[in-house]
């Protein structure tokens, strides 16, 4: 059967303008015709070139496949606009329709995947609109853009006519999802492949050209000369004999020994050859430009740098999807909502700020800003790090110290709660009244809750890591065989997946515990952490998660030698570990592990900016009775405040505090929240 779409392709190649003609059985189809029919218009090459085949090309292949993924990977939300913003509408009919499942044989992401691929070859997207007895949007089924055709019926109204092998169907426009690319005449859009026919027939033409050189080709890789004239059994001996001494992998590289004044000469690359190789380079960069997409995405690392790779992917965001999200958004806008419901503020929208994230730290850079000038509250910032609301966590901050332009020069107002005469409260009135460190006090604090959604997750994953393994070994009564998985387990695995999970917060932490550090002792103008503080801190989360994983294994083997020694089952005493682990583990550590991190990074902001010594402060007068004598101590910077092996008496405490390692900074132990502080 003869498709529409076939038959605009034939017109172009037969230069035909009206379409009747070719469906009039009394003007045969010439052989030309019917080529085209079966094959699609041929390029200047020779070669066909439709849809299918230019799939053919690894360059298409992988640019119809960047566009096509990347569209459907995005969230697609529907929202209701409000007098300010906008709020998700998860409750409308048309939101699981569109983010999980638009029809019961297709989830979302296949079904866009499907159209977006069908946009980037035909240039049209069609899907079908199907409505429940309510007359509401029930099911979306995409149809084939060859099959369809899209024109005015006799009275000028929009027709969409779908040619099946079973049969023709017209379907209303309100039937037909219709998502063009760009159009000419704005019923359809244009095929990409109409004007680009030429540049992916070359990429053909030189993809069989290669494939045909490599099978064909009779063009030896050395020649071996003999100055006088050989037999032809004699000829025959010598190949035979070189080939069983160099020939395959075996013989490469071994020494020839020549004999009769013969000579050796290898054969390289012709120029017309090399020319060809050129040629097929060009050809990726050229389809990489019809489909706009960045030479990187399409595996074409002749130009990346190191530099120029994350622009050229937000400028791919930037110039090439929101283009194509545009028009899904205004189609499926303008047909899959009534007009009360558009009316209303009913809209979709994708959710595109997930591939324009930056690295860690220029995101929690962001971040900062946009929290510290109000604009961002903790709550928004997690959303956007995927991470769950916290309690408290939509309160926004407002610079106190910040005041309209206008107010300049003007009386201070009486601020809230102030005396007749004060003067006003501000940030730096505020800070002054605050405790030394005070800031750095705070930052920490509230890094602790992002710290115990890591550990929660470190936790989760390890327990259930380690139960697989109980049942793979330990059912089977293997406990050696447990013991080394283990050993692999800690030492590698899980020691790699604590340092990926910490290396973010810990940046982020550190950041801004960097600047208050030199903020309390007035330096002015650094631009965030020194290369070497930098360098720093991968360390210290590297050899935090060596640490970190070494005690977890001392724990499960301590269980099992428990077991051993009680002749219990070793699978209860490891899964009591796991239980405490659950329930206690993350709240410590996350508490713990800020303390550390920020008085050892405040140590070290410090250490490069000429302070010698350090004094130890308690945060509160409920401080124990360990930092309460350890209170006001002053120590050369490079020394301990409690050496490696001694203990700590205090008077009245029975028990003193020991300590194995040097303790240059706090916590001195569990549930310390003592800071340091620069003795200047």
């Known amino acids: 059967m003869i498709t529409t779409s076939l038959l ?25 015709a019917l080529a085209v029919l079966v ?37 697609l939300h529907v929202y209701r606009r409000l007098a300010r913003g906008k709020d998700r509408a998860s409750e409308h009919p048309l939101y699981p329709l569109l983010h999980d499942q638009p029809n019961p044989e297709m989830t979302s992401f296949v079904f866009r ?46 027709r969409y006519v779908y040619r099946t092998p079973a049969g023709a169907r017209t379907f209303a426009p309100s039937e037909v999802l219709h998502i063009p690319a760009l159009s000419f005449d704005g019923l359809k859009g244009k095929p990409p492949l109409a004007v680009a026919r030429e540049a992916i027939g070359l990429a053909l033409a030189t993809q069989e050209y290669g494939a045909r050189f490599f099978a064909n080709d009779a063009r030896p890789g050395i020649v071996l000369k003999h100055p006088g004239t050989l037999s032809d059994k004699a000829r025959a001996n010598l190949l035979e004999s070189w080939n069983r001494m160099h020939q395959g992998l075996r013989g490469a590289h071994r020494a020839a020994v020549l004999e009769e004044g013969m000579d050796i000469a290898t054969v390289g690359i012709p120029p017309e050859d090399a020319q060809f190789l050129e040629s097929r380079r060009f050809q990726v960069t050229e389809i990489a430009r019809i489909f706009r997409v960045p030479p990187h995405l399409i595996g074409d690392l002749d130009r990346a740098t190191y530099s120029n790779i994350e ?18 958004e205004q189609a499926i806008n303008a047909k899959l909502f009534t007009e009360q419901e558009r009316r209303d503020g009913y809209f979709v929208e994708f959710q595109v700020e997930g591939l ?13 800003v946009g929290r510290q000038n109000g604009w961002l509250s903790a709550n928004d910032i997690r959303e956007l790090e995927n991470l769950n609301p916290i309690e408290g966590g939509d309160v926004y901050l407002v610079p106190l110290n910040m005041v309209p332009a206008s107010a300049v020069g003007s009386e201070p107002s009486q601020p809230q709660g102030g005396k007749p005469g004060a003067p006003p409260t501000t940030a730096r009135a505020l800070e002054t009244r605050d405790k030394p460190g005070a800031k750095r006090r705070r930052d920490t604090e509230a890094f602790q809750r992002l710290y115990q959604d890591v550990e929660e997750r470190v936790v989760r994953r390890e327990s259930h890591k380690i139960r697989e393994a109980m049942d793979r070994y330990l059912g089977r009564r293997d406990a050696q065989g447990f013991r080394q998985w283990l050993d692999g387990f800690y030492d590698r695995e899980h020691r ?20 208050d550090a030199l903020d309390e002792i007035h330096v002015v103008g650094a631009e965030g952490m020194t290369p070497d503080a930098e360098r720093w801190l991968a360390d210290y989360t590297a050899s935090h998660a060596q640490m970190r994983s070494g005690w977890a294994k001392a724990q499960i083997v301590r269980a099992i030698d428990r077991a051993q020694q009680a002749a219990t089952d070793p699978a209860e005493e490891i899964q009591a570990v796991l239980d405490r682990w659950q329930e206690s583990r993350p709240s410590l550590v996350a508490q713990r592990e800020t303390v550390q991190l920020a008085n050892a990074v405040a140590m070290v902001a410090w250490a490069a900016h000429g302070i010698t010594k350090l004094r130890w402060s308690t945060t509160d007068a409920e401080s124990c009775p360990y930092c309460t004598h350890l209170d006001g101590r002053v120590v050369g910077i490079e020394q301990p405040f ?39």
Not at 321 to 328: H, K, N, S, T, V
Not at 356 to 368: I, V
């Open 39 to 75: 094959e699609g218009a041929r390029s200047s090459s020779g070669l066909a070139v439709n849809e299918e085949s230019a799939l053919r090309v690894a360059a298409v292949y992988s640019a119809v496949r960047v566009l096509a993924e990347t569209l459907a990977m995005l969230p």
């Open 642 to 680: 409690i050496g490696a092996g001694q203990e700590l008496q205090v008077e009245g405490i029975s028990e003193p505090l020991k300590v194995d390692v040097n303790v240059h900074h706090p916590p001195a132990h569990d549930g310390c929240k003592c800071i340091i502080l620069p003795e200047v």
């Open 496 to 515: 790699a997946y604590i340092e990926q999970a910490y290396r973010a917060p810990n940046a982020a932490l550190a950041a801004a515990i960097y600047a």
């Open 113 to 158: 995947e499907t159209l977006m691929g069908h946009l980037a070859l035909w240039g049209n997207a069609y899907a079908q609109i199907v409505y429940d007895g309510a007359g509401r949007v029930a099911e979306l089924w995409p149809l084939r853009p060859d099959w369809m055709d899209v024109d005015r019926d006799a009275s000028g109204r929009l």
């Open 8 to 32: 605009d392709s034939l017109r172009a190649v037969l230069g035909i303008g009206d379409r009747r003609s070719l469906e009039n059985p009394q003007e045969p189809i010439t052989p030309q």
């Open 356 to 368: 324009l994230r930056g690295d860690t730290k220029s995101r929690y850079e962001a971040y900062a």
């Open 311 to 328: 622009q050229q992917s937000l400028e791919f965001v930037q110039y090439t999807m929101l283009p194509w999200l545009r028009r899904w």
